[in-house]
């Protein structure tokens, strides 16, 4: 009974400690999907096609660019971390 209690109190630090991570991806998940969102929005208020084209590709540009910074930052980080490592050649 006290391995199941340890167990448990594992899981719930390992899920405390990956907060920030789930945040990030659903920021992520908001981003990817927020132009057919907009355009949803803007039909559902009877906008015109053109209307709803055209802000619904800005914002999808818009938030793959912030997708791609994110990324990018997310990488260095990952690679900050894990740096190469170095063979050495034996003679």
Known sequence: MSSLFSWIKKQIGYFI???PELIKGFVLF???FSGLGIALLLRYFNQSGTII???GVIIEIFAMIVVYIIFKN???LEEEIKPAEKKQIKK
């Open 74 to 76: 997310y990488l260095k």
């Open 30 to 32: 908001v981003l990817a």
């Open 17 to 19: 400690d990956s907060i």
């Open 53 to 55: 084209i055209s802000i």
